[in-house]
């Protein structure tokens, strides 16, 4: 049986159609080197935090069709530049993509995360991107990565996560990892995930960019959007 932590292979699944793009919480980090199939080699540099691990369960989704991006970290600049740059290519790609700043634009004071929940899906969206910062002051990549790969295999649901990830927010630090996830509202399960390397808070902003096309390269050549 196939290991749904491996690095996505190059064949695609024979069953499934393309689809358009999905709402996604976003959140993955850990820097590499290492080339992914299906992303273009000029994506990947040794100077650039780029997805080094994925988790894709193989799960079937419908068509989506609207599209929110959740940034989920106190680092409000990184949160903008992370959500901005994914609706940007959303948009681009004739979908609809919002940003959850337009809607909570701060994260680091809230009373009822529940509320924020309710708040962030009122507007029907069917799927989500996340993008959740960690810190990696007090730890290792290898134990980072091996706490990504054990929750990422557990069954959590989209709301249960955003709501557990506001009152869990990572705090400031030197070096962050970057996780993202997509999700599929209506089922509420996590259709795909992804991680990126170690990143210096004063990089970040500028790595954004690499992150999320490696991101929605990965997720066109898995064929979820």
Known sequence: MANPLSLPSSRRPASRSRRRPAIVLVAAALACGLALPGL?????????PVLADTY????THPEFTKVLVVGITRNAPARRRF???FVSILRGRESQGKTSYSIVPDLDNI???????????ADQVDS???????????????QWGAAWRAEVG?????RPYIVASLQQLAPDADQHGVEFA????????RLWAGR????KVKKLRKSATDLVQDVMKELRHQMLL
Do not use: H, M, Y
């Open 40 to 48: 273009a080699p000029s994506s990947v540099r040794a100077d650039t």
């Open 196 to 199: 990126s390397g170690p990143v």
């Open 154 to 158: 557990q069954s959590v649901r989209i």
């Open 111 to 121: 009373p009822d995360p529940n509320k924020v929940v309710e708040t962030l899906f």
């Open 128 to 142: 989500v991107i996340t993008v959740r910062l960690v810190s990696l002051d007090d730890r290792s990549e290898a």
């Open 182 to 189: 997509l999700w599929d509202v209506q089922s509420g399960v």
């Open 83 to 85: 959500e901005d740059l």
């Open 56 to 59: 894709n369960p193989g799960t």
